[in-house]
Structure formats: structure tokens, C-alpha cells
């Protein structure tokens, strides 16, 4: 009987784009930080059957991606970008690429294992929530934008 192996992502996370890479397989995807982007990653993820995903705090930036991972189910951890910069360091990881990066953070994942912060209950209905209103805000002002473009300002 053969085992399917266990992954271990890594993202790094950019203002347009989400750079991943999955242990030990160094399978790489690049999508963008955006909904449609974060899904996929999402659902590729939770397909894979990824036993824990990190991301570095930046700012905020990490939030979407890491809410839909917890809410697809998917163990993630948000780190300290100094520890993983130690961490790159003392690997001899000194270059410094978005690709490499998450394979940093991917290694990080399976060395170090932190612990995965779950959503409670509560929390991941109000983000669920707050995750389907933005949805319908971004749909509503694409929409707008759209019109607006279809017809000339009147004066």
C-alpha cells in the first residue's frame, strides 16, 4: 500500500501576487493576490491535502490568503518574517526571490512545524460573512466602473 506523501507550503505574499511552493515535491504556483487567485491556492491546497501552510506577517497583506486557507480547512500559520530570515540564513537560503522565498517558507513549514492558528467557530461565520459582503462590494463597483465607461459623462 503506498502512502501519499505529506506537503508543506509556503507563500509568499506580495501586494499583486501569491508565489507558492510545496515540500518535498518543489512544485511551484504563482497566482494573484487577489479572489479569484487566492481560491485556487486555496483549492489546490486543500486537494493536496497540505499538512500545514506558512505565510510571513506583512502588514496585512496575509490576511485574505491565510482567512480563505482556515475557512477551506487548510492548517496555516502566520510567522515572524525575522525567524524565517534566520532561519534562511542559517539553510545558507541567501538569495533573495519571490520564488525562493516561499520555497524558504515551504522548508520552514516541515523543519520547524508552528502551530497552525484555527479560526473558532464564531470567528469564521462574522469573516465568512465579511469575506461574502466584500465579494458583493467588489462586484458591485466593477460593475459601476464598467457602466461607467460604456457612456460618455453627460454635462
Known amino acids: 500500500m503506498t502512502q501519499t506523501p505529506t506537503y508543506y507550503a509556503g507563500i509568499d505574499v506580495a501586494k499583486d501576487r501569491l508565489d507558492v511552493v510545496l515540500r518535498p515535491s518543489a512544485e511551484y504556483l504563482e497566482a494573484t493576490n ?46 515572524n518574517p525575522r525567524q524565517v530570515r534566520d532561519f ?38 462574522e469573516l465568512s460573512a465579511v469575506v461574502l459582503r466584500r465579494r458583493q462590494i467588489l462586484a458591485m463597483t466593477t460593475a459601476e466602473a464598467r457602466a461607467g465607461r460604456a457612456r460618455p459623462p453627460r454635462q
Open 88 to 125: 534562511a540564513k542559517a539553510t545558507g537560503k541567501l538569495a533573495k526571490t519571490d520564488r525562493i522565498d516561499a520555497a524558504v517558507l515551504a522548508h520552514f513549514a516541515e523543519a520547524v512545524r508552528p502551530e497552525p492558528r484555527p479560526l473558532a467557530d464564531e470567528d469564521a461565520r
Open 34 to 79: 487577489d479572489e479569484r487567485g487566492i481560491r485556487s491556492v486555496a483549492r489546490l491546497l486543500r486537494n493536496k491535502d497540505v499538512a500545514l501552510v506558512v505565510l510571513e506577517a506583512t502588514g496585512g497583506l496575509e490576511h485574505p490568503a491565510a482567512a480563505a486557507l482556515a475557512l477551506a480547512g487548510v492548517p496555516v500559520a502566520i510567522v
